[in-house]
Each structure stands twice: as structure tokens, then as C-alpha cells.
């Protein structure tokens, strides 16, 4: 923990320091060459689904292509790293995710430091996650999964978007506090678990609600339970974790990130085309459908909620023993 506060004190101070030391302009930005969107996951999952929409906006906004790549694996440590290192030159973003806090608080090893070399931009989206399995599975609610693992051990494994992501950490937390032995299974990205999800080659799943609401409304998956504090406008009937008994909550947020040292200008010029793009209709629309909320945020407020959350989920992931090399 005295590392992480650590790294979130230079951080904060070496925010003070560039602004101050940069032009008060962005001027000429951007005009020679596309801006790169880095999707830290595979094509299909949550993060992609919502930053395509968002990235032909963005571009209109900007007048200059605006590019997305997805380099998943590790949990998104992958793509973190490669913006990490990255020229900071206002050509390359991340599109992080809540995932991103969890990873130094896990790992024990992550070849960039987050607090350090990654700076906020703005927060994008809050989704709430959900429950769900196979429909084949013998299980239509909460309870009887619970009891269904609990006579057949061995056979529950559940899906991951990667080792250290928030599907992950809710999955250790849930065997925790429910005692079913669950093995998890881990992706590089949340889209390939949730075709082996409804493949059955796993049972269950602690998925973004994007992601799950297309396969819960073609009925090839079934909600159990949604993990945010309150229930989902899009799933009514389906109740939470706590109200079902079990004290977990868990909501995923989505946000883009900057190579610490882009000038200041630069990242304020990019979080007012977000959320001018945010802002538009269609895009408006396709949050909306998804379960998604689009919290509005300064650069400086998402930056303190940023480094909040790196703590917070170190605190959990040691509550609960997670630890990965």
C-alpha cells in the first residue's frame, strides 16, 4: 500500500509540473497523422463495442481519422503498456478500463507503473456488470447455481476477460463470500469467453452489461443477478447481489488514458472532443441500449477517481488473497 500511495504522490506532482510547463495552446493538434485508439482486448467485448461508435465521432469532432486497435492479453496489461510507452504526442490513447486499477494491485510484476505513466483524460462510461450463464445449465436462479456448484464440485469454471480484470477479482470475491469452488478461466478478452460461455465449455460469467445484453435478450445466456448497488433499467426483474445475500458490488467504468508526459493542452483538447462526441445522438443512443451512463467528469476529477480506484482494488485484491506473478 506505501508503494502505491508512493507512486500516486509523484504522480500528482509530476502532473503540477507539466502543466506548468507547457504552452497554454494545442495548436497544430491533431493535423499530421491519425489519432490511435488502443483497445486492450479483443474484438467483440464491451470496451470494442463502445469505442467504435465513439471513435467515428471522435473523429468528426477532431477532422482527423481516428484509428482502433485492439492488442488484448494480460488482462489489458498488454495495450496499457504499449500507450504507457508510448509517444507522448497526442497520437496514441488507451481506452482503459476499471480493470486497469486492479492490475498493479494483483500483479506483482507490470512492466509500466500505472499511478506514474498513465494519465486521465476522461471517464466514458459506468456500466453495471452481470450474472450469467449458460441457459442449458440446471440453474434459473441465483440459489440454485450456488447449490448446483456446490453438488458437483469440479465442474464450475468461470470466464474471464484475463487474469486481474474485474470479472476476475468479482469471480474470487463471489467464491468467497458463497464458498463454491470455482475454477477460473481466462481470455484474452471478454468476447472469446463469452463465445465459450455459450458454447458450454464454461458455466458461468461476471460480464460487462453491454456485452450480455445482446446474448440475454436472443435467450443464449441467462441472468442471475446484476452486481451494481442498485437494479439495471435494462434488466428490471433481475435482482442484485445483495439483495440476494451476498455483499459483492462491482461496477465496471471505461475511460481514456494518455502517456503520462502528452502536454496539458493536448489532453484538454481531447476531453472536450469527447465530450462533444459523447454527447452526440446516435452516440447517446448506443449508451443507452447498452446500460451504460456516461458520468461527466473533469480531467482533473477523473484523475483523483483514477488513482482512488488503483488503491481501492490493491486494498481488495489483498482482502481476498489475489495475487498473481
Do not use: C
Amino acid at each position: 500500500m506505501h508503494r502505491v500511495k508512493a507512486h500516486i504522490g509523484r504522480a500528482l506532482i509530476a502532473a503540477a509540473v507539466l502543466v506548468a510547463a507547457v504552452p497554454a495552446t494545442a495548436q497544430g493538434w491533431p493535423q499530421k497523422q491519425p489519432v490511435k485508439l488502443v483497445v486492450p482486448a479483443s474484438a467483440g467485448g464491451s470496451l470494442d463495442l463502445l469505442t467504435r461508435p465513439l471513435a467515428q465521432r471522435l473523429g468528426e469532432v477532431l477532422g482527423q481519422q481516428v484509428i482502433v486497435e485492439n492488442r488484448g492479453g494480460a488482462g489489458g496489461m498488454v495495450g496499457a503498456d504499449a500507450v504507457a510507452k508510448a509517444a507522448p504526442d497526442g497520437y496514441t490513447f488507451l481506452m482503459g478500463a476499471v480493470h486497469h486499477a486492479i492490475l498493479p494491485g494483483v500483479y506483482r510484476k507490470v512492466p509500466y507503473d500505472s499511478a506514474r505513466d498513465l494519465a486521465g483524460v476522461a471517464l466514458i462510461a459506468t456500466v453495471p456488470n452481470v450474472v450469467v450463464v449458460n441457459p442449458q445449465l440446471p440453474a434459473r436462479t441465483l440459489a440454485e447455481f450456488v447449490a448446483w456448484a456446490k453438488a458437483n464440485p469440479g465442474q464450475a469454471n468461470f470466464g474471464t476477460g484475463g487474469a486481474g480484470t474485474l470479472h476476475h477479482l468479482t469471480g474470487e470475491v463471489f467464491k468467497a463470500r458463497t464458498g463454491v469452488a470455482m475454477q477460473a478461466v481466462h481470455y484474452k478478452g471478454s468476447g472469446p469467453a463469452m463465445t465459450d460461455l455459450m458454447a458450454g465449455q464454461i458455466q458461468i460469467m461476471f460480464e460487462t452489461m453491454p456485452s450480455a445484453l445482446v446474448h440475454i435478450r436472443s435467450r443464449k445466456l441467462r441472468p442471475l443477478a446484476v452486481t451494481s448497488a442498485a437494479r439495471a433499467p435494462q434488466l428490471p426483474d433481475v435482482p442484485t447481489l445483495r439483495e440476494l445475500g451476498y455483499p459483492v458490488e462491482a461496477t465496471t467504468w471505461y475511460g481514456v488514458f494518455a502517456p503520462a508526459a502528452t502536454p496539458a493542452p493536448i489532453v484538454a483538447a481531447m476531453h472536450r472532443a469527447l465530450e462533444d462526441a459523447l454527447g452526440r445522438d446516435d452516440v447517446r443512443a448506443t449508451w443507452t441500449s447498452a446500460g451504460a451512463d456516461a458520468p461527466r467528469l473533469s480531467t482533473a476529477e477523473f484523475q483523483r477517481f483514477w488513482l482512488a480506484e488503483i488503491e481501492r482494488w490493491t486494498e481488495t485484491a489483498r482482502a481476498n488473497g489475489v495475487a498473481l506473478d
